[in-house]
């Protein structure tokens, strides 16, 4: 498929609402993102059905901020080859608590010459599990590593929120439970409104709060490796987005080739989109003007499970 500018430019209009257009919030509209980028309507839903076909989304899907609710998200990271992820694919009917896993390849640049130019490149599941508390995440890696015959005795698991919020009114609490098990592009006010049996209009407004507030927010996945003729890399920085947002936009080499951010843990992640490895170097340098220690990956895929059960209070 034809993955260029038009693509990315789309696949940018999925950063609402985290930093985004409210006006997306209750579902993308492909006209808004037609005007924005003087394409037809046309262009825009074909070119993100291929991304769909093609692979190169694997998914958009809303979230909900574990800081509001009774459970926790914690990301589980191991070194390992491709083959992990796809034995939890394989399980996530089994693994009604595993969100999504997600693959990528760390690139390691030696830093001490002469080697500064050899790059070591190790492979990193990372699984994202719901659980309570650290004694149900025990219990909880216990089970997939019984499932899938894998030991996961070498990780690293990382809380996505340390602090818990204000806790939700009951009727929202009951909205963001309904909410995250919708799809973005299909997701019906109406259909809700009756099962909750609540006004469309007074639904949709909490929802908009709700996106506002980002107590609950949505995201795309990517499989990068199908983007043909792109190459599509990480940039992870110790820190929250809006560290270091600012002073990358000002930089307009960096600007333009910017698709996505996003928080994840105690770390920020921004996503950029290079022609070839010798552009990924160039803006390798650039951001370690941000942060010295900024890791590097490529070769990204993540898929969401469809099995997901979020506990309720």
């Known amino acids: 498929m034809l993955f260029d500018k038009i693509s990315v430019d789309i696949i940018r209009k999925f950063q609402w609402p985290n930093g985004g257009t409210d006006r997306y919030a209750s579902r993308p509209s492909v006209y808004h993102i037609a005007k924005d980028l003087h394409v037809h309507p046309a262009v825009v839903k074909s070119r993100i059905a291929e991304m769909f076909q093609s692979g190169i989304i694997t998914g958009v899907k809303f979230y909900a901020n574990d800081s509001y609710m009774c459970w926790n998200r914690y ?20 693994l009604i608590f595993v ?64 602090t818990k919020l204000i806790e939700l009114s009951g009727i929202d609490m009951t909205i963001v439970h309904e909410v995250i ?40 996945f990517l499989d990068t490796s199908k983007a043909s003729g792109m190459l599509i890399s990480s940039f992870i920085l110790r820190g929250d987005v809006h560290k270091w947002l600012p002073g990358i936009l000002l930089l307009k080499s ?31 340098e650039k951001m370690k003007n941000f942060d010295q220690d900024v890791m590097v990956t490529y070769r990204h895929s993540s898929y969401n499970n469809p099995y997901i059960d979020y506990p309720v209070k």
């Open 75 to 94: 990301y589980i990271l191991k070194r390992s080859g491709r083959s992990l992820q796809q034995a939890i694919i394989d399980r996530f009917k089994e």
């Open 254 to 284: 960096l600007n333009d080739r910017l698709i996505l951010y996003k928080n994840f843990a105690d770390f920020s992640i921004f996503v950029f989109y290079t022609e070839n490895f010798l552009v990924l170097e160039d803006i390798t």
């Open 99 to 162: 969100e999504r896993v997600l693959f990528a390849v760390l690139r390691i640049l030696n830093p001490t010459p002469p080697y500064s130019d050899i790059v070591e490149e190790i492979g990193i599941t990372g699984i994202s599990i719901i659980a309570r508390n650290d004694a149900d995440l025990k219990n909880k890696i216990n089970i997939i590593s019984n499932l899938i015959k894998v030991p996961l005795e070498d990780i690293e698991a990382m809380p996505s929120s340390s």
């Open 181 to 220: 098990y919708q799809d973005p592009f299909r997701i019906n006010i109406n259909k809700i409104a009756k099962k909750l049996e609540i006004p469309s209009r007074t639904l949709r407004r909490k929802i908009e709060h709700l996106l506002k507030e980002k107590v609950i927010y949505e995201e795309v």
